[in-house]
C-alpha cells in the first residue's frame, strides 16, 4: 500500500506562486500525479510524473491550460512529487490532491489510481 501526505497549500494573490508537496510512504508509486476539485466541479487532471523503469528518469503530463505555468518533479530518494505553480490565476483555486499507483492505468483519469492524498486547499485572489 501507498500512503500520501500533502502540504503546501494556501491562500495568494494573482500571479504568486506555490510549491505543493506529497510524501509518499509505503510502496514506491511507479506513477505520481496532481488532480484538483473546485467546488461544483469534477475532479481534473492537473499533472502526472511517471519514473523510467530503470529509474534513470521520468515522464511527465500536462492538462493544458497549465502548461507553462506548472511544473512537476520528483525525488525519487525522499519517494515525494512537487508541484511548482507559478503565475497563479483564481481559475487555479481548488483542492489540489496528490495521487499515486504502481502500476499505470490511465494517466489522465481518476479511476487510474488507487492511492489519494487528504487534499490542500489552494485559494488565488485576484
Known amino acids: 500500500q501507498v500512503q500520501l501526505v500533502e502540504s503546501g497549500g494556501g491562500l495568494v494573490q494573482a500571479g504568486d506562486s506555490l510549491r505543493l508537496s506529497c510524501a509518499a510512504s509505503g510502496r514506491t508509486p511507479y506513477v505520481m500525479a496532481w488532480f484538483r476539485q473546485a467546488p461544483g466541479k469534477e475532479r481534473e487532471f492537473v499533472a502526472a510524473?511517471?519514473?523510467?523503469?530503470?529509474?534513470?528518469?521520468?515522464?511527465?503530463y500536462y492538462e493544458d491550460s497549465v502548461k507553462g505555468r506548472f511544473t512537476i518533479s520528483r525525488d525519487n530518494a525522499k519517494n515525494t512529487v512537487y508541484l511548482q505553480m507559478n503565475s497563479l490565476e483564481p481559475d487555479d483555486t481548488a483542492v489540489y490532491y496528490c495521487?499515486?499507483?504502481?502500476?499505470?492505468?490511465?494517466?489522465?483519469?481518476?479511476?487510474?489510481?488507487?492511492?489519494w492524498g487528504q487534499g490542500t486547499q489552494v485559494t488565488v485572489s485576484s
Open positions: 495521487a499515486a499507483d504502481l502500476a499505470l492505468l490511465a494517466v489522465r483519469s481518476p479511476v487510474g489510481y488507487h492511492h
Open positions: 510524473i511517471i519514473r523510467a523503469i530503470n529509474w534513470s528518469g521520468s515522464s511527465t
